[in-house]
C-alpha cells in the first residue's frame, strides 16, 4: 500500500559526505513528517533527523551541524545531506514517514533500510 525506498547509503571515508534519499509511493493522501533512523550494530535504533511538511526540522544532538534534512513535497521524497562524517555514523539508515493513507487512516511507514559504513 505504501512503500519507502531509500538509496544513497555506502562505504565512505571519515571525514566524508554522502546524500541519502527516500522515495514515497503508494496510495496516500499526505505525508505529514518524513525523517531518518539509524540503528548500529548491537545498538537500538535511533532517531537521526526529522522534517514536517511545513520544514521544521529536529535533529539529534550527534548529528547537528554536520547533517541537513530536506524534502521535496512534490516528489514525496526526503533527502539526508550527511557531512564530515564519523565512524560513530556507522549503521543502517531508515526512512520513516507518518502519513494519512488512503485506506487505512493514519499510519507510519518504514524504509527497508540503507547501510552506511564510515572506514578508511
Known amino acids: 500500500q505504501v512503500q519507502l525506498v531509500e538509496s544513497g547509503g555506502g562505504l565512505v571515508q571519515p571525514g566524508g559526505s554522502l546524500r541519502l534519499s527516500c522515495a514515497a509511493s503508494g496510495r496516500f493522501f499526505n505525508i505529514n513528517r518524513m525523517g531518518w533512523y539509524r540503528q548500529a550494530p548491537g545498538k537500538q535504533r535511533e532517531l537521526v533527523a526529522t522534517?514536517?511538511?511545513?520544514?521544521?526540522?529536529n535533529y539529534a544532538d550527534s548529528v547537528k551541524g554536520r547533517f541537513t534534512i530536506s524534502r521535496d513535497n512534490a516528489k514525496n521524497t526526503v533527502y539526508l545531506q550527511m557531512n564530515s562524517l564519523k565512524p560513530e555514523d556507522t549503521a543502517v539508515y531508515y526512512c520513516?514517514?507518518?502519513?494519512?493513507?488512503?485506506?487505512?487512516?493514519?499510519?507510519?511507514?518504514w524504509g527497508q533500510g540503507t547501510l552506511v559504513t564510515v572506514s578508511s
Open positions: 520513516n514517514a507518518f502519513l494519512l493513507s488512503v485506506t487505512s487512516g493514519y499510519l507510519e511507514a
Open positions: 522534517v514536517t511538511s511545513g520544514s521544521s526540522t
